[in-house]
């Protein structure tokens, strides 16, 4: 093993929505920072979501393979990236929800009260907001919780044909609102990612060295145990092993956590800051469906996603218990998650056999339906030998399908309304494939409490001083809503901590 002959401040892993935003807060301390980062720079036509090309499966999934319970291998939809999963995300950011952050009644369980409140998230949303360019408007939906500032730029215009959907849905006394969207105003890849906002304003900064296709394999610890001395690093199958006083992880939360337990020692024989024995645990990633509304009038196939409906999400008359988010996916053209819906697209395909997906997409609407997964020791990320399973079952799938059904009737009701709109809504009930992770959240979980939580409330691990995980294994519960906004508001709150802690 190589072992450099520097001595860093601090040490990022992963450059995601955690790592990379996090990196942009710190780099102007002038502190000596380095970030590992498994993957590359990703060349500019890799990331043009808008050819049909990505329809091609699995282009954005890892290089590698995990299991599933069964034993059962798959290739996960992982971006191994500099930006990571922002490199491909649908730049959808949207605050968690006040009630997010308390305990929750489901229908088939409770999600846990979070030790940090809506309140204390509020400013570091509004500095997220600001540095990921979020377009969108905070007046319309009844969810969404109060901003001490108007989001700073103007939400984006809908389509024509989602406008006219928008003004019916509002006749039906639903309140659909602009999604919030972070975007650059740069025409050739408009999308605000942690990339743009995060790791090339850090790398201005000449404290800051980052290294990619470095993957980070192990921690070591000093003989106590106490303190994270090296972190050690695949380099073109070189070892190499670097040395910080502080130590970052944000790999996503399966990433994360399988770091961890895989970092044993005689210390830790369970894994690194696993006394809870609770690292990997409580894996969340939201349940989803798409529905389709088909359409004799034709669209460009290639408008963005511009609008949510949150009227179910904390349940309605008939179903007093939370249901979750709509939003719609974009023309299908540009929508990157409908390549991961074969099943929808085989059924699609058979309803309509001399249907090109060109035609198919220009005549279409999809809506996504997204519902929270409730925390659940056994859906758990496992590390066994070199291989990694992830052992997942869905729950709280009646409140989903509730959600689908709600959405697939108020299409039916609005249909007439619409022009074009005819009878052919489908919704293959049918769950998310198990290789997308897109949510993935929890793993890590943050608390006061070392026996019922891995990080405390600044997401340092109870267990070793020196070592902090900012991604989304912290979230005691998932939401509703999509997760990169919080995961980045949170990296510039532990960042604060950092700043008083780096000094
Ligand atoms: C197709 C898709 C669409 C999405 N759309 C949205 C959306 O519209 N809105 C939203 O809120 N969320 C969306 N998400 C989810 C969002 O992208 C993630 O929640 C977010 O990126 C997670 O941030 P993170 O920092 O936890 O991890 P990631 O962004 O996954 O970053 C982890 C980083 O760590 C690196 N890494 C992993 N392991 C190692 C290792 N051992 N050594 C070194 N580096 C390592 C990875 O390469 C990566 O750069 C989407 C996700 C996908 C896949």
């Given at each position: 093993m190589i072992i450099d002959d520097q001595i860093y401040d601090l040490i990022i892993v992963g450059t995601g929505a955690g790592g990379g935003t996090l990196a942009a807060k710190l780099a102007p301390t002038g502190k000596k920072i380095l970030i590992l980062e498994r993957?590359?720079?990703?060349p500019l036509e890799e990331q043009?979501?808008?050819?049909?090309?990505?329809?091609?499966?699995?282009?954005?999934?890892?290089p590698e393979q995990w299991y599933d319970t069964a034993g059962e291998p798959f290739s996960p939809q992982m971006n191994y990236a500099i930006g990571g999963n922002t490199k491909i995300y649908g730049a959808v950011l949207t605050r968690f929800r006040e009630r997010d952050f308390e305990a929750v009644n489901h229908q088939s369980g409770s999600s846990p009260e979070w030790g940090v409140k809506y309140a204390d998230f509020e400013p570091y949303y509004t500095e997220a907001e600001r540095l990921y360019q979020v377009h969108g408007q905070?007046?319309?939906?009844?969810t969404e919780p109060p901003h001490?500032?108007?989001?700073p730029f103007p939400a984006i215009a809908h389509d024509p044909q989602i406008e006219t959907i928008v003004e019916t849905l509002s006749q039906q006394r639903l309140h659909p609102a602009p999604l919030p969207l972070g975007l650059t105003?740069?025409?050739?890849?408009?999308t605000n990612d942690s990339e743009v906002s995060g790791i090339v304003p850090a790398l201005k900064h000449p404290n800051v060295t980052v290294k990619t296709g470095a993957k980070v394999v192990c921690l070591h610890t000093n003989p106590s145990g106490r303190a994270v001395k090296g972190v050690e690093a695949e380099i073109a199958g070189q070892s190499y092993l670097f040395l910080a006083d502080l130590v970052v992880l944000s790999c996503g939360a399966v990433n994360s956590a399988a770091l961890l337990l895989r970092s044993?020692?005689?210390?830790?024989p369970n894994g690194l800051a696993n006394s809870s024995g609770?690292?990997?645990?409580n894996l969340m990633k939201s349940l989803m469906t798409v529905v389709v509304q088909l359409s004799t009038k034709p669209n460009s196939?290639?408008?963005?996603?511009t609008v949510c409906v949150n009227d179910f999400y904390w349940g309605d008359r008939d179903f007093p218990y939370p249901m979750g988010h709509i939003q719609n996916s974009g023309g299908l053209l540009t929508?990157?998650?409908?390549?991961?819906?074969p099943p929808m697209f085989s059924v699609l395909a058979k309803f309509m056999?001399?249907?090109g997906l060109k035609q198919l997409a220009t005549h279409s609407i999809g809506w996504w339906a997204q519902t929270e997964d409730l925390p659940s020791p056994n859906n758990r990320v496992r590390v066994e030998a070199d291989k990694l399973y992830i052992d997942y079952t869905p729950n709280n799938v009646e409140a989903h399908d509730r959600l689908v059904y709600r959405w697939t009737d108020m299409l039916k009701t609005i249909e007439k309304e619409?022009?074009?709109?005819?009878r052919g809504i489908m919704?293959?009930?049918?769950?998310?494939?198990?290789?997308?992770?897109?949510?993935?959240?929890?793993?890590c979980r943050f608390g006061e409490d070392p026996a019922t939580s891995v990080?405390?409330?600044?997401?340092?691990?109870h267990d070793i001083d020196n070592l902090y995980v900012v991604d989304s294994?912290?979230?005691?519960s998932n939401a509703s809503v999509s997760p990169a906004l919080t995961i980045i508001a949170n990296a510039l709150r532990v960042g604060d901590h950092l700043l008083e802690r780096l000094h």
């Amino acid at each position: 093993m190589i072992i450099d002959d520097q001595i860093y401040d601090l040490i990022i892993v992963g450059t995601g929505a955690g790592g990379g935003t996090l990196a942009a807060k710190l780099a102007p301390t002038g502190k000596k920072i380095l970030i590992l980062e498994r993957g590359d720079f990703m060349p500019l036509e890799e990331q043009n979501r808008s050819n049909v090309d990505i329809f091609k499966r699995e282009r954005y999934h890892a290089p590698e393979q995990w299991y599933d319970t069964a034993g059962e291998p798959f290739s996960p939809q992982m971006n191994y990236a500099i930006g990571g999963n922002t490199k491909i995300y649908g730049a959808v950011l949207t605050r968690f929800r006040e009630r997010d952050f308390e305990a929750v009644n489901h229908q088939s369980g409770s999600s846990p009260e979070w030790g940090v409140k809506y309140a204390d998230f509020e400013p570091y949303y509004t500095e997220a907001e600001r540095l990921y360019q979020v377009h969108g408007q905070a007046t319309i939906d009844p969810t969404e919780p109060p901003h001490s500032q108007d989001y700073p730029f103007p939400a984006i215009a809908h389509d024509p044909q989602i406008e006219t959907i928008v003004e019916t849905l509002s006749q039906q006394r639903l309140h659909p609102a602009p999604l919030p969207l972070g975007l650059t105003r740069q025409a050739d890849d408009p999308t605000n990612d942690s990339e743009v906002s995060g790791i090339v304003p850090a790398l201005k900064h000449p404290n800051v060295t980052v290294k990619t296709g470095a993957k980070v394999v192990c921690l070591h610890t000093n003989p106590s145990g106490r303190a994270v001395k090296g972190v050690e690093a695949e380099i073109a199958g070189q070892s190499y092993l670097f040395l910080a006083d502080l130590v970052v992880l944000s790999c996503g939360a399966v990433n994360s956590a399988a770091l961890l337990l895989r970092s044993i020692s005689d210390r830790h024989p369970n894994g690194l800051a696993n006394s809870s024995g609770l690292v990997g645990r409580n894996l969340m990633k939201s349940l989803m469906t798409v529905v389709v509304q088909l359409s004799t009038k034709p669209n460009s196939g290639a408008f963005p996603k511009t609008v949510c409906v949150n009227d179910f999400y904390w349940g309605d008359r008939d179903f007093p218990y939370p249901m979750g988010h709509i939003q719609n996916s974009g023309g299908l053209l540009t929508d990157i998650i409908f390549a991961e819906a074969p099943p929808m697209f085989s059924v699609l395909a058979k309803f309509m056999p001399n249907f090109g997906l060109k035609q198919l997409a220009t005549h279409s609407i999809g809506w996504w339906a997204q519902t929270e997964d409730l925390p659940s020791p056994n859906n758990r990320v496992r590390v066994e030998a070199d291989k990694l399973y992830i052992d997942y079952t869905p729950n709280n799938v009646e409140a989903h399908d509730r959600l689908v059904y709600r959405w697939t009737d108020m299409l039916k009701t609005i249909e007439k309304e619409v022009d074009g709109f005819q009878r052919g809504i489908m919704h293959p009930r049918g769950e998310i494939p198990i290789q997308v992770m897109a949510n993935q959240c929890g793993t890590c979980r943050f608390g006061e409490d070392p026996a019922t939580s891995v990080v405390d409330l600044n997401c340092r691990t109870h267990d070793i001083d020196n070592l902090y995980v900012v991604d989304s294994s912290f979230f005691p519960s998932n939401a509703s809503v999509s997760p990169a906004l919080t995961i980045i508001a949170n990296a510039l709150r532990v960042g604060d901590h950092l700043l008083e802690r780096l000094h």
